[in-house]
């Protein structure tokens, strides 16, 4: 029986592992997140990524290059592995200046669409920590990534020898997680409201499919630039939806983006005289357009205006608007207390419930 985890118990899981000197392996179905959960790692441990495609590459990639040394050859390693003895990477931050990075996250990522050559020539990079002869930086930082051989991906079986290099780890899809992450980036209000009314449609991905794609994280990313900026998604935008995240959820996003036009006004909405006499929604599709539409759209200055319309939904939907706003401004329940006591009121109740 394979245990899965979810993207937040991942960051803790990789940070005990680097911690130790292991090279946790990262598998799941396609498209959900394995590269940017390594990315994310990379991003908070101040790690200069370094992401290598094992699918891409050939066996002396990782040997190195075979070098003539006077009437002996050596093998001489390419230059995106840093060896010991280098000095840490820098990068330049927002205001001009510079800082040292903590040193370098490898992403040997495609592992189990490499070929069994390079894979049994990632056996010394992964345990022995070398590069040929040489040895990596004291300060790189190994994660690896790869498909489920389950999932009929480009994937070949690795190894029993390569298997025990590795500590092994499942992904698992949370919306609650997604929704998070999504929030924190900005992605499009519609796309996260309808992400948590048909919870399925974050990953409707069977290994069996016959569609030209299928909703995942990853294509719901993509069709966030394609309608993020747009004030209607309408159905001529159907080609581009269905082309994006599959004719099944093009469909039933499309019509679920339909209630956007019963939204009522915004100034109505903050206006504390006013919202107490709006109708709110009965129907389950309009309720989360709604509350994702106001959590995503609501400023630290209005945000006790519209609670009275806010507390007139279901204590679900108004754990949803919290968690929202949170997720935007992260000190808001301390800055606005009124808010804070409210929030976590709800928070707390609805996880007792």
Known sequence: MDITINHGQL???????????????????????????????????????IDLRLSQCTPEDLQGFPMRNGNKATFTPFDIFPLEGEEL??????NGTTQIMNGWLLLLDELSSANKAVQAAAYKLILDRQVGSFNLHENV???????????????????????????????NVSTKDWVKWATQRGIDYRITAYV??????????TPDHTNKTYACPRTWEFLDRLI???KIVREDMLPRVAGTIGAAAGYDFLTFCEVQKDIPEWADLVNPNVNSKIAVPTEASAKFATICWASNKVTKSDVVSILPYIQRFGADFQVIFCRGVITRFKNIDREIPEFGRYAMKMITDLSTV
């Open 11 to 49: 960051q803790t899981e990789l940070a005990e592992c680097l911690k130790n000197g292991l090279v946790p392996y990262i598998t799941s179905s396609p498209g959900i997140g394995k590269s940017d959960a390594a990315k994310e790692f990379a991003e908070k441990a101040n790690l200069k990524l």
């Open 89 to 94: 990477p820098m990068r330049t931050l927002n």
């Open 141 to 171: 930082y190994t994660i690896a990534c790869g498909n489920k051989i389950t999932d009929k991906a480009v994937v070949h079986k690795i190894s029993t020898a390569l298997q025990s290099r590795l500590i092994h780890y499942e992904l």
């Open 196 to 205: 948590q009314f048909n919870q399925a449609m974050l990953l409707n991905f």
């Open 228 to 230: 993020n900026g747009k």
